[in-house]
Every structure is written in C-alpha cells, then in structure tokens.
C-alpha cells in the first residue's frame, strides 16, 4: 500500500511499488488527464507535480511519492491555484491547443515553471524555451505555447 496525496486528498493506492504514477493515476484512480506518450520521459505528455516540481509520471515508481503529494492536471484549474488559472486561461486566449494530446504535460510544465519564478519576475522568452524545452508538441505550437506562458507570468504578478 503507497500513501500519497493526490490532489489534496490523502490516497491510499495498492499497486506494486514499481507501478509508474501515470498507470497508477490512469488505471487505478481513473484520472486520466495525464497522457501516456512515449513511455521514456522524452516528450513530457506525462508530466505531473511531484511535491511542486514536475515529473515524468511514466518512469517514476509510484514509491517515489510516498508521503509526498502528487498534482496532476485535473487540479489545476478551477481552484485557488492562481498559477494555474492563468495558464488555463492563457491556453484559451492564445488557442495553443491544436490536437491537445500534449496540453496536460504542457500546462504541468508551464505551471511547475511559473511557480518556480521569483514573485514578479517576468520570464525572458529564452528562460520560457529552455523550461519547455522537454514538451513536444506534435502539432507545432510553440510559438502559442510560448506567447502562453509569458502572458500567464504576466496575470500572476
């Protein structure tokens, strides 16, 4: 049995230590907003938060959140996550989603990212690139994706 915190909830799951977070969100607690992509944390469409800092929830045992609290994209709207809200809302207003196979691994990098920043601090659009830099995007949008996230930084100041 892991004990975790999976989006504010204290969560009791039992799988085998081994099991990937993304399987043990996806098949076990039915969230599926976190996408399995390439199985080898090379294109980010798993990323979720682990203790604040984004992870590749596809090689990532689920022992390694014990005790810990995991964030995935189903909590990052909606709330009192500021951070978040802003993404969300800069996602709409720049229509970064094409296919939206990759937007949840995006969102969860641009958030960590945000949150990572010194309060105010605008982020350059090189910092930007280099923070989404593990996100693929099969359809091409960063240029959406980047306009996102600096006018995300901007609402949060």
Known sequence: MISTN???KNTDVDVSPDTP??????????LTGTKFGCGAALCG???????GQAIRSC?????AA???????????TGGED????????????HD????GYCQSGQIMSATAFLKSLPHGKQPSIAEIDSAM??????????ARIRAAVADAAKAII
């Open 66 to 76: 014990q005790g810990k609290k995991i964030t995935t994209i189903e909590a990052t």
């Open 59 to 63: 090689v990532t045992p689920v022992s």
């Open 45 to 51: 469409a798993c990323t979720v938060h682990l203790d």
């Open 133 to 142: 830099a593990g996100n693929i995007c099969r359809c091409g949008t960063y």
């Open 6 to 8: 999976i989006n504010g």
């Open 96 to 99: 970064v989603a094409q296919c």
């Open 82 to 93: 500021k951070v978040g809200n802003a993404v969300h809302a800069a996602w709409v207003k």
């Open 21 to 30: 977070i993304l399987w043990t969100l996806r098949d076990s607690l039915g």
